[in-house]
C-alpha cells in the first residue's frame, strides 16, 4: 500500500508539466473526482459565482440545523431542569456552562483540525487519509478525555471557589459526575460526522441528531421526573444521548453510506505516529474556540455589577446570541471543508474566487441576522422575559448586539477560511490578542467605566475586538502565498506514506 501511494503521488508531482494547464486546473490534477458524492465537492469546471454559492447552501442548511439540534440538548436539560425547581435550574446553568468550556468546546476546537485535514486529503485523491486522519483523532481525543473527566470529577472542590451560594455547587457538582459518562460519545460523534462532511455528506449526522433530540428529552424526563432522580437523571439522559449518537451514526455509514467505505482504509498502525499536524491545528482550533467563550463568559458575569434587571436582560441578550451564532458559524464549516477540498486539489485560483464570493456572504448573512433581531426586537425580549423592565433593557441594547452580529459573522467567515487553509495556529494568535488585549478591557471600560454605556458599552467593546480580528485575518489571507499551502499538503501526504 505504501509503495502504491508513493507512486501515486510521484504522477502528481511529474503531471505538471503537461500541456494544457490554466488557471482553473487543479495542481494535483490526477486527483480522481467523485461527482457521485453528496455536494460534488470538487467540480471545479463548472465553477460560477451561482454553482459555487448553491453548492454553500446544500451544504451549510443541513450544518445549521444541525448544530442547533446540538445545541437544543442543553435547551431539553434547562427545561427539565426548569420543571424541578428554581435551584436546580440555577445549578442547571452552572453546571452547563462548566460542561461547554473545559470540555465540549475543546473537543469542537480539536474537530476543526477534521475540517482541514480531512478535507484537502479527499481534494487531494488521498482518500484512505480521511480515515486515517479520523484514526488518529479517535485517539487523540481519548486522550484528552482523561484530564477533561478528571476534571468534571473534582468539581465539588472547584465550584465554590468560584459560586457563593453554598447549595448550587453541591448539585451541580452531581450533575457534572453524571454528565461525564456522555464525554467519549460527545467526543467520537465530533470526529465521526467529520468522516462523512469530508466527502461532501452533510446531511447524515443531521439524521443522526433528528433521531437523538426526543430520546434526549423522552430519557431526561424519565429520569428526571418520572423516576424522581431530579438533576441527576437530566444528566444521565443527556449523557446516553450523547452515547447514542456515534452509535447510530457509525451503523449508518457501514450499512447505508456504503460508497465512503473508499475513505476508510482499515485501522492502521500509522495512526500511532504522525500526530504533529493533527495536535497543532488542535490545540490551535480548541484555543480559538474556548478564547472567544471566555471572553464571553467573563463579560456575562461583569453585567451582575449593573444590576440584577440587567443581569436578566443579559441574559436574553446571549440567549438569543448564541442561537444566532450557530447560522455563520455552520455556514463556516461547510466553508472549511470546500476551501480545503480546493487546497488539496491545487485549485488555487479556483480557492480565491471562493473566498472573496465567501467573503461577500458572510457579510450578507450578518447583514440579515442583524436585521431580524433588531426588527423582531420587541417579540424576542417578550418571549424570554416577562418582567417589563428587563424587556426595556433588553431591547434598548437590541440594535447594539445587531451591530455585533454583524461583525461576528465576518469572524465567523475569516475563521473558517483560515481553517481551510490550515492556519489555525495563526487564527489562534489573532483572536487571543483582539479578545484580550482589546476585546475585554474595552468593553468593561466601556460598560463600567466613565462612560457608563453598561449592556450597550460591553456588546460595543466586544464588538471592535471581532471587527480586529476579520481586519487581521484577512490581510493575513491577503499577504499569504498560497502556493506554499500546496506545498504543505504534499509534505503532509509524503510524510504518511
Known amino acids: 500500500m505504501s509503495t502504491q501511494r508513493t507512486d501515486t503521488g510521484n504522477r502528481r508531482l511529474s503531471s505538471h508539466g503537461h500541456d494544457g494547464v490554466n488557471e482553473t486546473s487543479p495542481l494535483l490534477p490526477n486527483a480522481p473526482r467523485s461527482h457521485d458524492r453528496p455536494g460534488k465537492l470538487d467540480d471545479e469546471e463548472a465553477f460560477t459565482w451561482k454553482s459555487e454559492f448553491w453548492l454553500m447552501c446544500r451544504s451549510a442548511g443541513p450544518l445549521i440545523i444541525t448544530y442547533l439540534l446540538q445545541y437544543s440538548s442543553n435547551v431539553i436539560t434547562t427545561i427539565v431542569a426548569g420543571r424541578l425547581g428554581a435551584?436546580?435550574?440555577?445549578?442547571?446553568?452552572?453546571?452547563?456552562?462548566?460542561?461547554s468550556i473545559p470540555g465540549f468546546a475543546l473537543f469542537e476546537g480539536m474537530a476543526t483540525a477534521l475540517d482541514t485535514l480531512c478535507a484537502q486529503a479527499y481534494g487531494s485523491g488521498h482518500r484512505t487519509g480521511v480515515g486515517l486522519h479520523i484514526q488518529r483523532m479517535l485517539l487523540l481525543m481519548a486522550v484528552a478525555i482523561v484530564p477533561v473527566g478528571a476534571l468534571w470529577m473534582c468539581a465539588p472542590w472547584i465550584l465554590p471557589l468560584v459560586v457563593r451560594q453554598e447549595f448550587l455547587p453541591i448539585k451541580a457538582s452531581a450533575f457534572l459526575r453524571v454528565s461525564v459518562a456522555g464525554l467519549p460519545g460527545y467526543a467520537f460523534f465530533e470526529a465521526g460526522k467529520r468522516f462523512l462532511q469530508a466527502q461532501g455528506d452533510f446531511n447524515t449526522a443531521l439524521l443522526v441528531?433528528?433521531?437523538?433530540?426526543?430520546?434526549?428529552?423522552?430519557?431526561?424526563?424519565?429520569?428526571?421526573?418520572?423516576?424522581?432522580?431530579?438533576?441527576?437523571?437530566?444528566?444521565?439522559?443527556?449523557?446516553?444521548?450523547?452515547?447514542?449518537?456515534?452509535?447510530?451514526?457509525?451503523?449508518?455509514?457501514?450499512?447505508?453510506?456504503?460508497?465512503s467505505h473508499e475513505c476508510w482504509g482499515g485501522w492502521s498502525r500509522s495512526a500511532l505516529r504522525e500526530w504533529g499536524p493533527m495536535a497543532r491545528l488542535s490545540?490551535?482550533?480548541s484555543i480559538v474556540i474556548l478564547a472567544e467563550w471566555m471572553a464571553f463568559e467573563i463579560l456575562?458575569?461583569?453585567?451582575?455589577?449593573?444590576?440584577?434587571?440587567?443581569?436578566?436582560?443579559?441574559?436574553?441578550?446571549?440567549?438569543?446570541?448564541?442561537?444566532?451564532?450557530?447560522?455563520?458559524?455552520?455556514?463556516?464549516?461547510?466553508?472549511?471543508?470546500?476551501?480545503?477540498?480546493?487546497?488539496?486539489?491545487?485549485?488555487?485560483?479556483?480557492?480565491?474566487?471562493?473566498?472573496?464570493?465567501?467573503?461577500?456572504?458572510?457579510?450578507?448573512?450578518?447583514?440579515?441576522?442583524?436585521?431580524?433581531?433588531?426588527?423582531?426586537r420587541n417579540e424576542l425580549a417578550f418571549i424570554f422575559s416577562k418582567d417589563s423592565v428587563v424587556r426595556e433593557i433588553a431591547?434598548?441594547?437590541?440594535?447594539?448586539?445587531?451591530?455585533?452580529?454583524?461583525?461576528?459573522?465576518?469572524?465567523?467567515?475569516?475563521?473558517?477560511?483560515?481553517?481551510?487553509?490550515?492556519?489555525?495556529?495563526?487564527?489562534?494568535?489573532?483572536?487571543?490578542l483582539?479578545?484580550?488585549?482589546?476585546?475585554?478591557?474595552?468593553?468593561?471600560?466601556?460598560?463600567?467605566?466613565?462612560?457608563?454605556?453598561?449592556?450597550?458599552?460591553?456588546?460595543?467593546?466586544?464588538?471592535?475586538?471581532?471587527?480586529?480580528?476579520?481586519?487581521?485575518?484577512?490581510?493575513?489571507?491577503?499577504?499569504?502565498?498560497?502556493?506554499?499551502?500546496?506545498?504543505?499538503?504534499?509534505?503532509?501526504?509524503?510524510?504518511?506514506?
Open 283 to 285: 490545540i490551535a482550533g
Open 395 to 432: 431591547t434598548g441594547s437590541m440594535l447594539t448586539v445587531s451591530i455585533f452580529h454583524t461583525l461576528d459573522a465576518i469572524s465567523c467567515g475569516c475563521n473558517g477560511m483560515m481553517r481551510g487553509l490550515a492556519r489555525q495556529s495563526v487564527s489562534a494568535w489573532v483572536v487571543m
Open 209 to 259: 441528531l433528528i433521531l437523538c433530540a426526543p430520546v434526549n428529552a423522552l430519557l431526561s424526563w424519565l429520569f428526571a421526573i418520572k423516576l424522581g432522580m431530579g438533576l441527576k437523571g437530566a444528566a444521565l439522559g443527556q449523557a446516553l444521548a450523547n452515547n447514542l449518537r456515534p452509535v447510530l451514526l457509525l451503523g449508518l455509514i457501514v450499512f447505508f453510506r456504503k460508497w
Open 300 to 376: 456575562c458575569v461583569s453585567t451582575s455589577y449593573i444590576g440584577t434587571e440587567y443581569l436578566a436582560a443579559q441574559s436574553v441578550l446571549v440567549t438569543v446570541a448564541i442561537i444566532m451564532w450557530h447560522v455563520p458559524f455552520s455556514i463556516s464549516i461547510a466553508v472549511t471543508t470546500r476551501i480545503g477540498n480546493l487546497i488539496g486539489g491545487g485549485a488555487i485560483q479556483l480557492a480565491r474566487r471562493a473566498a472573496l464570493m465567501y467573503s461577500i456572504v458572510f457579510l450578507g448573512v450578518g447583514l440579515l441576522v442583524g436585521t431580524l433581531l433588531f426588527v423582531l
Open 87 to 99: 435551584e436546580d435550574l440555577a445549578a442547571a446553568s452552572i453546571s452547563l456552562t462548566a460542561m
Open 434 to 497: 483582539a479578545n484580550y488585549l482589546v476585546a475585554v478591557p474595552l468593553a468593561l471600560w466601556l460598560e463600567l467605566g466613565t462612560p457608563h454605556l453598561k449592556l450597550n458599552g460591553l456588546w460595543m467593546g466586544y464588538g471592535c475586538g471581532l471587527l480586529l480580528t476579520a481586519v487581521l485575518q484577512c490581510a493575513y489571507m491577503k499577504w499569504l502565498r498560497w502556493a506554499d499551502l500546496i506545498e504543505d499538503v504534499r509534505k503532509r501526504e509524503a510524510e504518511e506514506t
